[in-house]
């Protein structure tokens, strides 16, 4: 738990521009992280957040210590800790880890700082604790957002753009994607599906992803078993339909993604059926 001093000295890191003057930045970066799951929605969203953010971002780190953070945070003490829920809300920390490694792999992206082998671990990283999250709560009114499935799509948009990765590894993610919405346990109402979407429009800009794979996954992700029994069957037909229906209007006016369009809007009518 973070003191008032400290919390004090955070609360005015906005107005300083976040230089985080008259502190040992590392040793701050490392109690930020250790309270990166806070329950305090306040705390956590408006306070550990944007100042752990602007440390990872801004350069105040140098490369071995982001690299060194980096692996600590995709590890199981941070990513993929107590991937059971044994803990209540221990979901919180894996989602705000997602939201730093956001920041982590834009600053790459900028900065070039990993080597092509370190980037692969964390794809694949991303993507097992990705397919392995049950924790799918957007809000929830006693700790606020969760969004585990939302941080997992920006941490997607920008792994989207990393020059390291290669078709298999988006093909991959595709995959997941689609197996993540294709459920009728809980119905996605957070934004998932537009930032979803923003990770799929990321990489649809790389041109890596041939038309036939994309053509053909709209329509895997059309196929899927519907339960007999409500509320499962609009769960799963929902989810779908939402991930479809943006990534429909999002390609729509493109000319380039013509294509697209069309095998989504085929897909809705004669396999999800608009009604």
């Not at 053909?216 to 007999?228: A, H, I, M, R, S």
Request: hydrophobic residues 35%.
């Amino acid at each position: 738990m973070l003191d008032n001093k400290t919390i004090k000295y955070l609360e005015a890191q906005p107005k300083s521009e976040f230089k985080f003057e008259k502190v040992d930045k590392l040793k701050l970066t490392y109690e930020l992280l250790e309270n990166i799951g806070e329950k305090d929605s306040h705390l956590r969203d408006d306070i550990i957040y944007p100042c752990l953010a602007h440390l990872l971002h801004d350069n105040h780190l140098d490369k071995q210590e982001l690299i060194k953070i980096t692996k600590n945070l995709i590890s199981d003490q941070y990513l993929t800790y107590d991937m059971d829920n044994k803990l209540e809300y221990s979901a919180l920390k894996r989602s705000f880890t997602s939201l730093q490694l956001v920041i982590i792999i834009h600053v790459h992206n900028r900065d070039n700082i990993f080597s092509k082998a370190f980037i692969k671990e964390i794809f694949d990283s991303i993507i097992d604790y990705y397919s392995n999250e049950k924790d799918l709560r957007g809000y929830d009114p006693s700790v606020g957002w969760i969004h585990s499935i939302a941080h997992a799509a920006d941490m997607f948009s920008q792994l989207a753009k990393c020059l390291e990765l290669e078709e298999k590894d988006f093909e991959s993610m595709l995959k997941v994607i689609s197996e993540k919405f294709k459920i009728n346990s809980y119905s996605y109402v957070s934004d998932e599906d537009e930032r979803t979407v923003n990770a799929i429009f990321n990489l649809l800009e790389r041109d890596i992803v041939s038309k036939d794979f994309m053509k053909e996954w709209v329509n895997k992700l059309g196929d899927y078993d519907k339960p007999n029994k409500y509320p499962e069957a609009y769960r799963i037909t929902g989810n779908v339909k939402s991930l479809l229906r943006s990534l429909y209007f999002r390609v729509l006016d493109n000319e380039k993604y013509e294509y697209l369009a069309n095998e989504v809007k085929k897909v809705l009518k004669e396999k999800v059926k608009l009604r």
